[in-house]
């Protein structure tokens, strides 16, 4: 899916630019922490009290970093949460909302409860979308829409790496990478 999607670039080197910028900003604010933090902190809340925690093969606040961006940077949610923010169209998220429920409650097997409190993250992230999007109707073209979903193709490609080669790219601080196409769609590039 990460690369396929990534295949509909129609600018390379804004796709490159976004990454890098985006992904300075994201380590600047250290995205990828906040997120594990507040995994921790639930991780924390929900296992006070338990005596031994140390069999989970996966922990509470991995399960909702990992199902959080999973579910966040898809095509799909921002398609779908500027579709109803620009349009007030809530198709796609509805068909999003399906699609996530299922592999949700799959994911949910392997990596336990932190991925179905993933849900808020989710919410607030396409929520935000929307919102923004409904303020941003004049500047978000087509062109800047495919070079959002372009962007958050590579992000589901890097999840993607994390999760089947163990390794450790901070896909959270690359978060804001999806909304760097946007400046330059106000700037007249795109």
């Known amino acids: ?4 999607g990534a295949l509909e670039c129609q600018h390379v080197l804004i796709c490159i630019i976004s990454m890098v910028v985006g992904g300075l900003i994201g380590e600047l604010i250290d ?11 639930i991780e924390e809340k929900l296992n006070k009290g338990k005596t031994d925690v140390s069999k989970e093969k996966v922990s509470i606040s991995q399960g909702f970093v990992s199902a959080s961006l999973l579910f966040c940077v898809g095509a799909m949610a921002v398609v779908g949460a500027l579709n109803s923010g620009l349009f007030g169209n809530n198709d796609t998220l509805f068909a999003k909302s399906a699609l996530d429920g299922v592999s949700s409650f799959l994911f949910s097997l392997t990596m ?20 923004g999007a409904f303020l941003l109707k004049g500047v978000l073209s087509t062109a800047v829409i495919t070079e959002m979903n372009a962007v958050g193709s590579l992000l589901i490609l890097a999840l993607g790496i994390n999760m089947i080669l163990k390794a450790n790219i901070k896909v959270a601080n690359l ?16």
């Open 1 to 4: 899916m990460g690369i396929s």
């Open 31 to 41: 995205i990828d922490k906040g997120l594990n933090s507040l995994g921790d902190k």
């Open 112 to 131: 336990g409860i932190g991925v179905l409190l993933s849900a808020v993250a989710v919410f607030l992230y396409e929520g935000i979308i929307a919102c």
């Open 175 to 190: 978060l804001p990478s999806m909304f760097v196409p946007i400046i330059f769609g106000i700037i007249g590039m795109i």
